[in-house]
Every structure is written in structure tokens, then in C-alpha cells.
């Protein structure tokens, strides 16, 4: 695992953020996940699906 950075937030082998915040827009999103309109926040996602990361979200948005 890398250094954290200087705003010392955990970080994946790649070095990306493991979340996103709540506030991220799906429009913003570099996969923006079907189902939720462009607008749709992320914390409203994780609200509606009950799960926290990315791809889970998407997972359970399939199945809605």
C-alpha cells in the first residue's frame, strides 16, 4: 500500500481515494452508473441502494 498523502485519506494500491465523497455527482462519476438520473448524487445512491461502494451501487441499480 502507497503513503497516504498529504490530506492523509486512505488509498488503494493504485493510489486512488477508496470513496467517493457523498456529494459527487453521477454525471461526474468516469463510469456514471444506469438507473439514477445525471443529478443524482452519490450520497443519494448509497441512500436508495443501502450500499457504500461504486460498483455495489451499480450492482444493485441492475437489479432495481
Avoid: Y
Avoid at 459527487?24 to 468516469?30: E, I, M, Q, T, V
Avoid at 439514477?36 to 450492482?59: D, H, P, Q, Y
Amino acid at each position: 500500500m502507497k503513503e497516504p498523502g498529504l490530506d492523509n485519506r486512505h488509498r488503494d494500491i493504485t493510489g486512488r481515494i477508496d470513496q467517493k465523497r457523498s456529494d459527487a455527482l453521477n454525471k461526474n462519476l468516469a463510469k456514471p452508473i444506469a438507473g439514477f438520473s445525471g443529478n443524482a448524487s452519490v450520497g443519494f445512491m448509497r441512500k436508495e441502494t443501502g450500499k457504500v461502494s461504486l460498483a455495489a451501487i451499480a450492482k444493485a441499480a441492475k437489479k432495481r
